[in-house]
């Protein structure tokens, strides 16, 4: 009977030892699947590394810091101020970023200056990797020119725009690019553009022989028949209709360093009885009529014909008084009168209206069927 009790004693042991087996690899192996799995999905999911992904520009500029988004028409040529790299194979020493000097030259080892400016990236290239032949520095060079920073293509834009500041652009853009570059124009625009261009003016001949010597003194700046003679302007104005601007009628072409202004619009004030007093932009032809038309109108109390413009002279100073039928030109009989800006329309009182509106609203509707005697 012992030996029967010890061998059913072992298959026991041994089939409990079998279980807890089975029990660990049904564990492992499930740990083993999960794991697996996972590194599934991780592989799904991994992005493509970053020299695969799809290159993207955000071309809308920020301000004060625009891109290069606009094309010439032929190849830009390099000015002073401009920011050019330069990238030679098997010479890293001499690959490194210059800028153009005042006198169109950019400072390199071995070369020594170089001249730089009126020529293309091509160009240049060509000139540094022929000079370093020359040099013996390399047998066949291998150089690459590009422009980092177009100094010499800078613009300014300020005033009434979504996103004033200094932008830098390839070419000679027109106003209307320029205005879409800079995010628009802002609600209260007014009704012209300024730019500010430098002007560029011309050494008088040191020739004494010459007409342009004999007509222009640098230093008395004196006609020769003793007459002055006015100094040249440092910048010249331009001003540009909006209107004909965004109707296709005129564009301008803006040339490196012109400044544009676009200032707030102009406001005009109607005040006295009209429905609704107050200030109003001043669109480019607003006349009497519509002034009167954007206040709703005149009251009852109002005395339409003896209405007063306030008008600034902005040249004297001083302030006109225009004695002006509002009635008159409202119902055609006058011609209509344009308005400008700082204009203060006066729609003056009428006692005689007042007391019958007085009396019309303390007797209401029965007033009117007092008999008169």
């Known amino acids: 009977m012992s030996f029967k009790r010890s061998a059913f004693r072992i298959r026991t042991i041994l089939r409990q030892r079998n279980s807890l087996w089975t029990v660990y690899f049904v564990i492992l192996t499930s740990l083993w699947v999960m794991l697996y799995a996972s590194s599934l999905k991780a592989q799904e999911k991994r992005v493509t590394p970053q020299e695969e992904r799809p290159v993207t520009q955000n071309l809308a500029p920020n301000p004060g ?75 066949t060079p291998n150089v690459l020119v590009t422009i980092n920073q177009y100094y010499s293509q800078t613009f300014f834009i300020q005033g009434s725009i979504r996103n004033p500041g200094v932008y830098q652009t390839e070419g000679r853009p027109s106003l209307l690019t320029m205005i879409g570059m800079a995010g628009g124009l802002a609600p209260e625009h007014g009704s012209t553009v300024f730019i500010l261009r430098p002007v560029k003016t011309q050494k008088p001949d040191p020739d004494p022989g010459t007409t342009k010597s004999s007509s222009y003194d640098p230093i008395t700046q004196l006609q020769p028949s003793g007459t002055e003679s006015a100094p040249p302007a440092d910048y010249e104005l331009i001003k540009v209709k909006i209107g004909q601007l965004f109707k296709g009628q005129s564009d301008q072409r803006l040339e490196p360093g012109d400044t544009i202004y676009i200032p707030r619009a102009d406001v005009f004030f109607v005040a006295g009885e009209v429905k609704a007093p107050g200030s109003y932009p001043l669109k480019e032809g607003t006349t009497l009529r519509q002034a009167i038309s954007l206040a709703q109108g005149m009251t009852f109390n109002a005395k339409s014909s003896q209405g007063v413009i306030f008008r600034e002279d902005p040249m004297v100073g001083s302030r006109q008084e225009l004695k002006v039928d509002i009635s008159a030109v409202m119902d055609g009989k006058k011609e209509d009168l344009p308005i400008l800006a700082n204009d203060v329309i006066i729609v003056p009182n009428s006692r005689t209206k007042s007391i019958g509106g007085t009396l019309l609203m303390l007797f209401g509707g029965s007033a009117a069927r007092i008999p008169l005697r």
């Open 65 to 139: 810091n625009a891109d290069i988004i606009t094309v010439s028409d032929k190849d830009y040529q390099i000015s002073a101020g401009d920011v050019i790299q330069v990238q030679i194979e098997d010479a890293p020493e001499l690959s490194h970023f210059y800028r153009v000097n005042s006198l169109g030259s950019i400072e390199m080892p071995v070369l020594g200056l170089v001249e730089a400016q009126k020529k293309n990236t091509f160009e240049l290239a060509r000139l540094i990797a022929t000079g370093l032949r020359e040099k013996e520095y390399l047998i």
